[in-house]
Nanobody
């Protein structure tokens, strides 16, 4: 069992930056054994993939609209995953969720993940 807690969301102006954190805890396997992902969900829309990182951090994946603006990283010593978001636009407004998955494939898909956080809201004003 892994507990995930996101933090760092808030209100930011368009063009601004935010860094989200996802702290993992729990017995058994450490979070460093899991691939980690970030997803987001805007009101009235489906949850969508944003970024993912392999358990060792050697591989990263991004949704096309965030490439070059967002960066996912992890610090396994701190059991924490980060999402640095730059150049934010109002279209990035959503609740952001981190997730942990025990596999290494299909990380763009919700089904690849076993555990989810409660989410943190990011609101970008124009």
């Amino acid at each position: 069992q892994v507990q995930l807690v996101e933090s760092g969301g808030g209100l930011v102006q368009a063009g601004g930056s935010v860094r989200l954190s996802c702290a993992a805890s729990g017995p058994g396997r450490t979070s460093s054994s899991y691939a980690m992902g970030w997803f987001r969900q805007a009101p009235g829309k489906d949850r969508e993939f944003v970024a993912a990182i392999s358990w060792g951090g050697g591989y990263t994946y991004y949704e096309d609209s965030v490439k070059g603006r967002f960066t996912i990283s992890r610090d396994n010593g701190k059991n924490t995953v980060y999402l640095q978001m730059n150049g934010l636009t109002p279209e990035d407004t959503a609740a952001y969720y981190c997730a942990a998955g025990s596999g290494e494939y299909g990380l763009r898909y919700i089904g690849a993940y076993d555990y989810w956080g409660q989410g943190t809201q990011v609101t970008v004003s124009s």
